[in-house]
T-cell receptor, first 112, second 114 residues
């Protein structure tokens, strides 16, 4: 079965702390996507990781991809309240298919 | 700006009363998707189009239908909405011409069934 597993599913943390969200997947995809969703809103693309070893950073968020381990991480540095959201990772079902397989999402709450 | 637009943003319908949600895009993408998302869950793919080719997910109920009259527009028809169909409906697009299958989402339509 094709699966994408995120952990933790829920994370409450204090401002200023660092933390990592993990995304494991079972497909052979070498492309992984991170999306952010604010409550009641749509999904916004954060990062597209295209190959093994890819690392992308935007502000306090950094995403990396290890295709051999089938693992991606989303690292939060010195968290601020504005980063509170649900974060989803997704992978291609396969190269010839235009569907994504989604993780369950990680709900992140950052307390001031 | 190129974008994905959904109308209406909020829709209230009665149990069993047909409803149509619309999506348009200015990205000129070949692929359009409809997702259903319930609270605190991942988006669930209902179907997608590659140009005019329709691809239905095996577990999408027959109650859900879709039309894509041209590249820019796609519609989701719910023939007889039930209480369980209350959800956020998200339209997305992607371009097979690019190496990635990054999907671009519209703002969503929040459907309430009374």
């Amino acid at each position: 079965e094709l699966k994408v597993e995120q952990n933790p599913l829920f994370l409450s943390m204090q401002e200023g702390k660092n933390y990592t969200i993990y995304c494991n997947y079972s497909t052979t995809s070498d492309r992984l996507y991170w999306y952010r969703q604010d409550p009641g809103k749509s999904l916004e693309s954060l990062f597209v990781l295209l190959s093994n070893g890819a690392v992308k950073q935007e502000g306090r968020l950094m995403a990396s991809l290890d295709t051999k381990a089938r693992l991606s991480t989303l690292h939060i540095t010195a968290a601020v309240h504005d980063l509170s959201a649900t974060y989803f990772c997704a992978v291609d079902r396969d190269r010839s298919n235009y569907q994504l397989i989604w993780g369950a999402g990680t709900k992140l709450i950052i307390k001031p | 700006d190129a974008m994905v637009i959904q109308n209406p943003r909020y829709q209230v319908t009665q149990f069993g009363k047909p409803v149509t949600l619309s999506c348009s895009q200015t990205l000129n993408h070949n692929v359009m998707y409809w997702y259903q998302q319930k609270s605190s869950q991942a988006p669930k793919l209902l179907f997608h189009y590659y140009d005019k080719d329709f691809n239905n997910e095996a577990d999408t109920p027959d109650n859900f239908q879709s039309r894509r009259p041209n590249t820019s527009f796609c519609f989701l028809d719910i023939r007889s909405p039930g209480l369980g169909d209350a959800a956020m409906y998200l339209c997305a697009t992607s371009s097979p011409d690019s190496r990635v299958h990054e999907q671009y989402f519209g703002p969503g339509t929040r459907l309430t069934v009374t």
